[in-house]
T-cell receptor, first 114, second 114 residues
Framework: AQSVTQPDIHITVSEGASLELRCNYS??????LFWYVQSPGQGLQLLLK??????LVQGIKGFEAEFKRSQSSFNLRKPSVHWSDAAEYFC????????????FGTGTLLAVQP | DAGVIQSPRHEVTEMGQEVTLRCKPI?????LFWYRQTMMRGLELLIY????????DSGMPEDRFSAKMPNASFSTLKIQPSEPRDSAVYFC????????????FGDGTRLSIL
């Protein structure tokens, strides 16, 4: 069965510091992978997605993520965090086949210190 | 482009009342998803539709919950009778329907059952 693990519930970084949010998945084949961001009072917004090809994918707002098959990981990174990046981040996995259902991780809440 | 539109944004009602949440997906999207988000359980998929047909309702918590999609541009999630433990944020999302396409989320309905 598909599953997604985000081991960090809460992370605090200083503004301007680099960021890496971890995501591990369980799936029998190469999955589709997504990162979403949720600001308070809003819905989830797509940051980036991986389907195939280049394992380093670029997203909006300066985010990138790297798919590592050997580690079953899809970690989200940003070289320099801005205060406006404070939000909750969700990793999601989708399967190849008839369903287009996504399985979401439990989320990582990012706080940014001035 | 108009995104996924949910109404109402906030709903406060008394226990035992019927609650109806509404969703208008993005035009041309063939799949529609209803989620519930709480602090305790995170983001849970309740039900999803492909081409107006319910495909997987295994996440619907109990018979008090029902969802319909009478046409491609409208869906409802109904709770009858409502209970305080139904208090949550309910999200609707839509996608084009292909397996590698991301879901686009509405801003949610914050439901409070007193």
């Amino acid at each position: 069965a598909q599953s997604v693990t985000q081991p960090d519930i809460h992370i605090t970084v200083s503004e301007g510091a680099s960021l890496e949010l971890r995501c591990n998945y369980s799936y029998g084949a190469t999955p589709y992978l997504f990162w979403y961001v949720q600001s308070p009072g809003q819905g989830l917004q797509l940051l980036l997605k991986y389907f195939s090809g280049d394992t380093l994918v670029q997203g909006i707002k300066g985010f990138e993520a790297e798919f590592k098959r050997s580690q079953s990981s899809f970690n989200l990174r940003k070289p320099s965090v801005h205060w406006s990046d404070a939000a909750e981040y969700f990793c999601a996995v989708g399967g190849r086949g008839a369903t287009n259902k996504l399985i979401f991780g439990t989320g990582t809440l990012l706080a940014v210190q001035p | 482009d108009a995104g996924v539109i949910q109404s109402p944004r906030h709903e406060v009602t008394e226990m035992g009342q019927e609650v109806t949440l509404r969703c208008k997906p993005i035009s041309g999207h063939n799949s529609l998803f209803w989620y519930r988000q709480t602090m305790m359980r995170g983001l849970e998929l309740l039900i999803y539709f492909n081409n107006n047909v319910p495909i997987d309702d295994s996440g619907m918590p109990e018979d008090r919950f029902s969802a319909k999609m009478p046409n491609a541009s409208f869906s409802t999630l109904k709770i009858q009778p409502s209970e305080p433990r139904d208090s949550a944020v309910y999200f609707c999302a839509s996608s084009p329907g292909q397996e590698n396409q991301p879901q686009h989320f509405g801003d949610g309905t914050r439901l409070s059952i007193l």
